[in-house]
């Protein structure tokens, strides 16, 4: 399986520009997530979805925005490119995020993206 | 605010030396994990703890969860470099939004 695959893995934005990050997963998990990671930092969520069709906002959404139209793919957009969104992003997936559970969630491998 | 602190941001040892490495917060956890990333790839699932006062042992590492289910450590014993990457500690609070938290991450170094 491939698993979770992002693209591109790296990027350079001038300010102002749009771009959108792909994310594609093979596994049929219902749960998909965006998390950037600044350096030093941990990953902090973005967005995420429970199924094709709903999104919601995570810690960090502003200046972002995502679609779920089908299950297998949850692209993030940057409308308007801030230095602030120089980063590593990372698309991950799960089966479910019962609380109880400790779903294990499977990340990509990373998009290095530069504004500026 | 960072839900989840983890310390030491860094540590350096040498090749067969212990350490430990603390994951800490004022919220309640239903779960905690611990992720292992190296450069230039996602974090890669090492363990997960739903009890409190739960231990579990993988090879040389060993993971507990705190009674109150609000902290975790991370022990290696006799470490090596390939043991060598950032580790990451994420939980899901009992409250709240129902998402994974992730730890500000311990870098370790182990010089051969």
């Known amino acids: 399986n491939a698993g979770v695959t992002q693209t591109p893995k790296f990027r350079i934005l001038k300010i102002g520009q749009s771009m959108t990050l792909q994310c594609t997963q093979d596994?049929?998990?219902?749960?998909m997530y965006w998390y950037r990671q600044d350096p030093g930092m941990g990953l902090k969520l973005i967005y995420y979805?429970?199924?094709?069709?709903?999104?919601d906002k995570g810690e960090v959404p502003n200046g972002y925005n995502v679609s779920r139209s089908t299950t297998e793919d949850f692209p993030l957009r940057l409308e308007l490119a801030a230095p602030s969104q120089t980063s590593v992003y990372f698309c991950?997936?799960?089966?479910?995020?019962?609380?109880?559970?400790?779903?294990?969630?499977?990340f990509g491998e990373g998009s290095w993206l530069t504004v500026v | 605010t960072q839900l989840l602190e983890q310390s030491p941001q860094f540590l350096s040892i040498q090749e067969g030396e212990n350490l430990t490495v603390y994951c800490n917060s004022s919220?309640?956890?239903?779960?905690l994990q611990w992720y292992r990333q190296e450069p230039g790839e996602g974090p890669v699932l090492l363990v997960t703890?739903?009890?409190?006062?739960e231990v579990k042992k993988l090879k040389r590492l060993t993971f507990q969860f705190g009674d109150a289910r609000k902290d975790s450590s991370l022990h290696i014993t006799a470490a090596q470099p390939g043991d060598t990457g950032l580790y990451l500690c994420?939980?899901?609070?009992?409250?709240?939004?129902?998402?994974?938290?992730f730890g500000t991450g311990t870098r370790l170094t182990v010089i051969p």
């Open positions: 994420a939980g899901v609070p009992q409250t709240g939004a129902n998402n994974l938290f």
């Open positions: 703890v739903v009890t409190g006062g």
């Open positions: 919220s309640v956890f239903s779960s």
């Open positions: 979805s429970v199924g094709a069709g709903i999104t």
């Open positions: 991950a997936s799960s089966y479910s995020s019962r609380r109880s559970s400790g779903n294990t969630i499977y």
């Open positions: 596994m049929n998990h219902n749960y």
